[in-house]
């Protein structure tokens, strides 16, 4: 079945500090999906990517999807303690009976 | 984006009885998502439950075990039949108003099989 990986689980960096992660599915995706979930929360939309090499940006947040659609990034610039959490890419297939599969998530925690 | 009411919020149980999790959603949708997320785990879907029609379940997952009911657009329940301490995790419902807005998620219930 479909696949969606995040590599790694955990990622440790110092405030200010820029961090990038990726997110690489087994099969060519519709769209891909970025969700924030806070420690004790539940996870929150960030953002979806539909077209082939689509880059967008929310503040300090650059996701991009990548040109074949199976891979995709998100890169936070200057990190803030308020951007700690654990950051989920789903990716969803075509079809009648679409549905999203999630990554296991990275955990980033930052240092002040 | 929906607003979504998750009960309870958090619950402990005794092995070998049944919870029912019940989410309001303020607006009409078609299909509705349960998921499971154990501690520090990634989420799985469990079920995708449509108004008027039965639940589709994932491999691993099935109707005895986890009953849901749909009984309009707005609400759905999902019931934890005979619970054993391997079902303590966090349960969340979910939607999708359409395509470019992602998925809202209900707050969440946390349970935990003694």
């Known amino acids: 079945g479909q696949q969606v990986m995040q590599i790694p689980q955990y990622q440790h960096v110092q405030e200010g500090e820029d961090f990038t992660t990726y997110c690489n599915s087994s099969?060519?995706?519709?769209?891909i999906q970025w969700y924030k979930q806070r420690p004790g929360g539940h996870p929150v939309f960030l953002i979806q990517l539909v077209k082939s090499g689509e880059v967008k940006k929310q503040k300090r947040l650059t996701f991009q999807f990548g040109e074949a659609k199976k891979n995709s990034s998100l890169h936070i610039t200057a990190n803030q303690t308020t951007d700690v959490g654990t950051y989920f890419c789903?990716?969803?297939?075509?079809?009648?009976?679409?549905?999203?599969?999630f990554g296991k998530g990275i955990t980033l925690s930052v240092r002040p | 984006s929906a607003v979504i009411s998750q009960k309870p919020s958090r619950d402990i149980c005794q092995r070998g009885t049944s919870l029912t999790i019940q989410c309001q959603v303020d607006s009409q949708v078609t299909m509705m998502f349960w998921y499971r997320q154990q501690p520090g785990q990634s989420l799985t879907l469990i079920a995708t439950?449509?108004?008027?029609?039965?639940?589709?379940?994932e491999s691993g997952f099935v109707i005895d075990k986890f009953p849901i009911s749909r009984p309009n657009l707005t609400f759905s329940t999902l019931t934890v039949s005979n619970m054993s301490p391997e079902d303590s995790s966090i349960y969340l419902c979910?939607?999708?108003?359409?395509?470019?807005?992602?998925?809202?998620f209900g707050s969440g219930t946390r349970l935990t099989v003694v």
């Open positions: 789903a990716g969803e297939v075509a079809g009648a009976n679409s549905k999203l599969t």
């Open positions: 099969t060519t995706l519709s769209n």
């Open positions: 979910s939607v999708v108003l359409g395509s470019g807005y992602g998925y809202t």
């Open positions: 439950a449509n108004q008027g029609s039965e639940a589709t379940y």
